[in-house]
């Protein structure tokens, strides 16, 4: 039975829905069973860096948005600052809060928060179906009459719950507090709540809900306060009101007392009965952070992407594309066409010439990179399904304290694979600037996107398996060196890591290829008129007589420093739009390259500015005083280092 | 047969041992602290030690975590043995 009375906000036809939730609890496939809108999910945490938004099905007239997980309020980190962003800012008609339903106790830790914001809340507890595998029931209607509010058992992945949800979403109520904090701190919380609504009253959030953030510091509503007219005032007094540091600090005590509240209704709507058998699962979860048997899966992890991106997709799936069917049915035809239509001037040479729009713009996305970074989608979405990656940074977090940085940094690592562009967004789940700074810059410098990666693996896999072995090795030299002193170099200290792991599961393949689909539509978006702009270029150099200059221009540093032939100069021109470019420009000119020349090259364009879209999004993300030191750091990096390499081995005589 | 607790380290806890958690030390700061209660580790919890290396795995609840072991270090847990006699 419910309550408390129909909050001001349903009646006031306030329209924003928003899921609130811990990290990896379902939050984005709830929204897609919602709204029909893909966002990317994943099985693992701080897949959503930033807010979507799309219509509710249920109710064309509401908009549902979906936040960055919370491993806690008040907000601490980028993602619980953009989450309590969207509950200031947004016209708020209730809050979906989405929890773990087989770690309720932690979900109600949230909920001991969010009940105070005076808001109407439903609790969606989700991965019910991962619960019953292990054996916990919830009492649902006994947790309802708890909060006051309706709580609703559901698994997004397969759509059960959905339409019990949505069907409560019309009784949501403003939940009952779960506790009464000891009485110091209501003191204090009544003083600020008093405060807020003589000074500051907030539109549709409840003072007692603000009162308690402010006295948690929470640096979002901070900001907000400040905007207030009494905003400094109201600061300074709470400021004076309780210790803010050290285990006794007031936001520790009200973190502390809510964590009790949580752990008290937990205990008795929940019940612990006998588990199937999961030790297939655990098995595998346990393989792979085990300090010795970890490695080798890694390693054999490492190289069934290499055989199934680097032999399949760069070598059997481009060579069908590239020259059975490009070169040998496509191409011909299409350039028959144009020339019999548009003749043998300069517009048919720049839709079909040496530097055309089609035969090598088109040509390089659709038949060298599209095969490639659809079988490393694929296989990322395969790894990242399964819940491997989080165990991954377990196993690096060794590797990564030599960096200064803790194990989770490799998951933006490990995106980079995939699109250093969309990696460069989600270094927000890392929580200091430090850490986000650094490892945006080893994204920056030596972490090769997928294009690149297939294009390296197609070139020197071709050679030999040691040249491709031989490129990895410099390039985690690099990673571990610059790392090393950026470590050093960048103010701040290290974060132990604390990372929940999340289960090992056979990959939904609907999910694999739902993502991989996705990805592939941003990555072509995002892809195909780069390499239009930069053929482009290519061709008006070329009818401009600047081609050879620029290659006789870059002959010092190309063929003198680096060792290459004079025509690599025209794959660094074309480098600076996208270094995947400018390795399919290498690739091309394969029988031209020596195994040394391969991989001086292939180890020069790596390191090379990182594209134009990654460029933005580090302005974006970093600033543009930072983004353009980065590239003066990296440019020269690249040709200087890339030097040393081709001295070295011709001296070592690889 | 009197049981009595006996406070340790989460680092020094064999696999496999179950044990409740008994404070944080003073060493872990703030912050850090404020995550651990999110995750669920608040007094008297009970946490199922998983592994110990290379970092030490937990299982609270139905939640397995990772710890680096300069925090697991800082964790007082409590484990019930029997006093002989």
């Known amino acids: ?654 | 047969m009197i049981a009595r607790t006996v406070r340790i380290r989460l680092t020094g806890t064999p696999t496999g041992h179950r044990v409740r958690l008994a404070e944080f030390g003073e060493e872990i700061d703030p912050l850090q602290r404020e995550q651990l209660i999110a995750y669920g580790l608040t007094a008297q919890q009970t946490l199922t030690v998983l592994q110990q290396r290379p970092m030490t795995v937990i299982l609270c609840e139905h939640m397995e975590l990772a710890l680096e072991h300069w925090v697991a270090h800082h964790i007082w847990v409590e484990e019930e043995t029997r006093k002989p006699g």
Not at chain 1, 66 to 73: E, F, I, K, M, N
Not at chain 1, 329 to 335: F, R, S, V
């Open chain 1, 1 to 654: 039975m419910y309550c408390s009375p129909l909050s001001p906000a349903l009646a006031s036809g306030n329209s924003t829905l928003v899921l609130v939730g811990h990290p990896n609890v379902g939050k984005s496939v709830l929204f897609h069973r919602l709204t029909g809108t893909y966002v990317n999910v994943s099985n693992y945490p701080g897949t959503t860096v930033e807010a979507a938004r799309a219509a509710a099905r249920f109710d064309r007239a509401a908009s549902l948005l979906d936040t960055p997980g919370v491993l806690a309020l008040p907000s601490r980190s980028d993602d619980e600052r953009a989450t309590m962003r969207a509950l200031l800012n947004e016209n708020l008609r209730l809050i979906v809060q989405v929890g773990d339903a087989k770690s309720l106790r932690r979900t109600l830790n949230l909920t001991a928060l969010l009940a105070e914001l005076g808001v109407p809340l439903v609790l969606a507890l989700n991965m019910a179906d991962e619960a019953r595998a292990r054996g916990v029931a919830i009492d649902t209607a006994a947790l309802s009459e708890g909060l006051a509010t309706p709580v609703v058992s559901t698994v997004a992945t397969g759509g059960e719950g959905i339409t019990a949800l949505t069907d409560t979403l019309a009784s949501a109520r403003v939940p009952a507090p779960l506790l009464r904090y000891d009485d110091e701190i209501e003191q204090a919380i009544e003083t600020v709540a008093a405060l807020l609504a003589e000074s500051a009253p907030h539109p549709h959030l409840a003072a007692r809900g603000l009162a308690i953030l402010l006295l948690g510091r929470d640096s979002e509503v901070e900001r907000w306060i400040k905007t207030q007219a009494a905003g400094g005032e109201i600061l300074a007094r709470i400021h004076g009101l309780a210790p803010l540091t050290g285990p006794d600090s007031l936001p520790a005590r009200l973190a502390r007392e809510r964590g009790r509240a949580a752990a008290a209704l937990a205990r008795t709507v929940t019940r612990q009965d006998a588990a199937p058998d999961r030790t297939l699962s655990l098995l595998f979860g346990k393989i792979a952070v085990h300090p010795l048997w970890g490695w080798p899966l890694l390693l054999a992890v490492l190289y069934a992407i290499y055989l199934f991106v680097g032999d399949f997709g760069a070598g059997v799936l481009v060579g069908l594309m590239e020259e059975k069917f490009f070169a040998g049915i496509l191409n011909p035809g299409i350039t028959d066409f144009v020339r019999t239509h548009l003749g043998q001037g300069w517009l048919a040479d720049m839709l079909v010439g040496e530097y055309g729009l089609w035969t090598m713009g088109m040509t390089y996305a659709l038949a060298l990179i599209l095969p490639i970074v659809t079988t490393f989608f694929l296989a990322f979405g395969v790894l990242e399904d399964s819940g491997y990656f989080s165990r991954l940074s377990v196993i690096a977090n060794r590797a990564f304290a030599f960096l200064g940085l803790n194990g989770r940094a490799v998951l933006p690592m490990v995106l980079g694979l995939g699109c250093v562009t969309m990696a460069t967004l989600t270094t927000r789940i890392l929580h200091t600037p430090r850490e986000r700074l650094i490892t945006t810059f080893l994204l920056a410098l030596a972490i090769p996107c997928s294009a690149q990666l297939g294009v390296v693996l197609g070139v020197l896999g071709g050679i030999s398996f040691s040249a491709a072995a031989l490129w990895g090795l410099c390039i985690v030299l690099i990673l571990l060196f610059t790392g090393w002193l950026s470590g050093r170099l960048v103010k701040g200290h290290r974060i132990p890591l604390v990372t929940e792991l999340p289960p090992m599961r056979m990959p939904v393949m609907g999910n694999v290829l739902k993502k991989t689909a996705g990805r592939l539509k941003w990555y072509l978006a995002e892809v195909i008129p780069l390499f239009l702009l930069g053929t482009f270029i290519m061709f008006a150099l070329d009818r401009l007589g600047a081609l050879p200059w620029v290659i006789e221009a870059g002959k010092p540093l190309v063929t003198g420093w680096l060792g290459l032939p004079p025509e690599a100069s025209a794959a660094f021109v074309m480098g600076f739009l996208r270094r995947d470019f400018g390795a399919t420009g290498l690739f091309i000119l394969g029988s031209q390259l020596n195994a040394l020349q391969a991989v001086v090259g292939m180890f020069t364009l790596t390191l090379f500015v990182p594209c134009i879209a990654s460029v933005m999004m580090i302005v974006k993300e970093q600033g543009i005083r930072i983004a353009a030191l980065m590239l003066a750091i990296i440019m020269p990096t690249a040709f200087f280092v890339g030097g040393l390499l081709n001295h070295f081995l011709r001296f070592a005589g690889f």
